[in-house]
């Protein structure tokens, strides 16, 4: 079975600053790796995804993430957030084998940015 | 309409009533899903449909009946709720596997049971 942890439920920073939203995953198999960006009151929009090929993957609005095998990690980054950001994010996994693409979800994160 | 859309965007209703919740994808996939979001809990798959064929139930109680009439939408018919069952519905849809079943979502339908 696969889980996907995600490590802090709450995440302040000021604007501008740096931030880092962890997430881990537990899995026996291949996987691909998503992350998803909730506004209020919105439904789920795609960030970015790891599927293969470079272990760096980064999306049009300046966050990337990083697959770490070794680690089992797929941590997401930025390096000056805006206000704008503020949201809860999803980091989730699928069986890259699977003939359906379930998702595995953590717990979300949500990023606070302050002024 | 573009992408994943999902009516009613809020639904309240009784136990004893029967309601359906409709989602419809216009991004040309072949799969569907529905989540369950609940506060405080992880989204929690519900249903897999690909191809019109159910291919997944998640252990989801028979008060909740999926239909999936073509692939462009799917419907999840409601009856007899428990107040636990309110929640955020979101509804994806997705192609194959060369995309690796990017799932995209809808805007979801936020149920209340009194």
């Known amino acids: 079975a696969q889980s996907v942890t995600q490590l802090d439920s709450q995440v302040p920073v000021f604007e501008e600053a740096p931030v880092e939203l962890r997430c881990n995953y537990s899995?026996?198999?291949?996987?691909?790796l998503f992350w998803y960006v909730q506004y209020p009151n919105q439904g789920l929009q795609l960030l970015l995804k790891y599927l293969s090929g470079s272990t760096l993957v980064e999306s049009i609005n300046g966050f990337e993430a990083e697959f770490n095998k070794s680690q089992t990690s797929f941590h997401l980054r930025k390096p000056s957030v805006h206000i704008s950001d503020t949201a809860e994010y999803f980091c989730?996994?699928?069986?890259?084998?699977?003939?359906?693409?379930?998702?595995?979800f953590g717990q979300g994160t949500t990023l606070q940015v302050k002024p | 309409e573009t992408g994943v859309t999902q009516t009613p965007r809020h639904l309240v209703m009784g136990m004893t009533n029967k309601k359906s919740l409709k989602c419809e994808q216009h991004l040309g996939h072949n799969a569907m899903y529905w989540y369950k979001q609940s506060a405080k809990k992880p989204l929690e798959l519900m249903f897999v449909?690909?191809?019109?064929?159910?291919?997944e139930n998640n252990s989801v109680p028979s008060r909740f009946s999926p239909e999936c009439p073509n692939s462009s939408h799917l419907f999840l018919h409601l009856h007899t709720l428990q107040p636990e069952d309110s929640a955020l519905y979101l509804c994806?849809?997705?192609?194959?596997?060369?995309?690796?079943?990017?799932?995209?979502f809808g805007p979801g339908t936020r149920l209340t049971v009194l």
């Open positions: 449909y690909s191809l019109e064929e159910r291919v």
């Open positions: 899995s026996s198999v291949s996987v691909y």
């Open positions: 994806a849809s997705s192609q194959d596997e060369v995309a690796g079943y990017t799932q995209y």
């Open positions: 989730a996994v699928s069986d890259s084998s699977s003939n359906t693409g379930k998702l595995i």
